[in-house]
């Protein structure tokens, strides 16, 4: 596709309950990354994708958090038994090739709100 | 470890004034820089990027910054503010030597009064 397509772009669940997160990167676009985004602070980073493998998962908060890439193109981040301190928006991001000067095309988010 | 400072929250200027917002990073080796932009309800936008070619480096919209090895500093300029400029900016960090994962800073918003 011409951008980064992230579904849902809003998401309110309750607490314990799992949701789905799904990125659609730029066509050809070897690496996709997760971020997450907390209300008056900077962009967390998750996980990083090259191809349909994760070498760098170190940012994923907890156990409750894993995310898969399949046919070096869609992604999905699941979070499990969601907690209200993983309200946030979650920003996915995809890259050509992955090479620390290229810098990423962002997708719009999904906000995620547990109530 | 690498890091971001981005010194205060928000920033707000008349429209035609100069526009600084300052970045700071932390890094074991020379880091390639980026500045990003956030509209309201939009996702991020690279508006330029330093990767240890020229040390003042030019983007879009009328912006530029400027590499400085000494100071550590990667600020973002723009000589004439409009009121279209109005968003949060990010200051991103990555290590030339380790994967692209890039360590951001915690934003700045800016305003511009009419």
């Known amino acids: 596709g011409a951008g980064v397509s992230q579904s849902p772009s809003n998401k309110v669940t309750e607490k314990g309950k799992d949701v789905e997160l799904r990125c659609d990167p730029i066509?050809?676009?070897?690496?996709l990354y997760w971020y997450r985004q907390r209300l008056g602070q900077g962009l967390e980073f998750l996980i990083y994708f090259q191809g349909n493998s994760a070498p760098d998962k170190s940012g994923l908060p907890s156990d409750r958090f894993s995310a898969e890439r399949t046919g070096e193109s869609v992604s999905t981040l699941t979070i499990q038994r969601t907690q209200q301190e993983d309200s946030a928006v979650y920003l996915c991001?995809?890259?050509?090739?992955?090479?620390?000067?290229?810098?990423?095309?962002f997708g719009s988010g999904t906000r995620l709100t547990v109530v | 470890a690498q890091s971001v400072t981005q010194l205060g929250s928000h920033v707000s200027v008349s429209e035609g004034a100069l526009v600084l917002l300052r970045c700071n990073y932390s890094s074991s080796v020379p880091p390639y820089l980026f500045w990003y932009v956030q509209y309201p309800n939009q996702g991020l936008q690279l508006l330029l990027k330093?990767?240890?070619?020229?040390?003042l480096v030019k983007g879009i919209n009328g912006f530029e910054a400027e590499f400085k090895k000494s100071e550590t500093s990667f600020h973002l300029t723009k000589p004439s503010a409009h009121m279209s400029d109005a968003a949060e900016y990010f200051c991103?960090?990555?290590?030339?030597?380790?994967?692209?994962?890039?360590?951001f800073g915690k934003g700045i918003t800016l305003s511009v009064r009419p």
């Open positions: 991001a995809s890259s050509l090739i992955v090479r620390a000067n290229y810098g990423y095309t």
């Open positions: 330093y990767t240890s070619a020229a040390t």
């Open positions: 066509s050809g676009h070897t690496a």
């Open positions: 991103a960090v990555s290590d030339p030597g380790a994967n692209s994962k890039l360590t």
